[in-house]
């Protein structure tokens, strides 16, 4: 069973910086696509940003000249820089990967547990 740990949440001023992380533990034969989610208080959970293992990047629109989503395959961790940070930043900020199943082809979708961003204005 791979887990997903992620760090690096806190409470920033606007305009702010901060540096999430998500590293994958457990018995790993394959990552392929990562990312990182949000979901505010009282609205749904919204994609923000995803790499691919050839470290192709795509952004949300709400987010694209801001954050930086990066990894590191060899530490099996996701990354991302959230710079110029906005109130409307403000939420709970999951990683997600596909992650191999042992001994087959198939993947499925891991997700971290969550780390709390706080943006004040």
């Known amino acids: 069973q791979v887990q997903l740990v992620e760090s690096g949440g806190g409470l920033v001023q606007a305009g702010g910086s901060l540096r999430l992380s998500c590293a994958a533990t457990?018995?790993?034969?394959?990552?392929?696509?990562m990312g990182w989610y949000r979901q505010a208080p009282g609205k749904q959970r919204g994609w923000v940003a995803a790499?691919?293992?050839?470290?192709?990047?795509n952004y949300a629109d709400s987010v694209k000249g801001r954050f930086t989503i990066s990894r590191d395959n060899a530490k099996n961790t996701v990354y991302l820089q959230m710079n110029s940070l906005k109130p409307e930043d403000t939420a709970v900020y999951y990683c997600?990967?596909?992650?191999?199943?042992?001994?087959?082809?198939?993947?499925?979708?891991?997700w971290g547990q969550g780390t709390q961003v706080t943006v004040s204005s």
């Open positions: 457990g018995s790993i034969f394959g990552i392929r696509d």
């Open positions: 790499i691919t293992s050839g470290a192709s990047t």
């Open positions: 997600n990967a596909d992650v191999r199943r042992p001994y087959t082809s198939t993947y499925y979708q891991a």
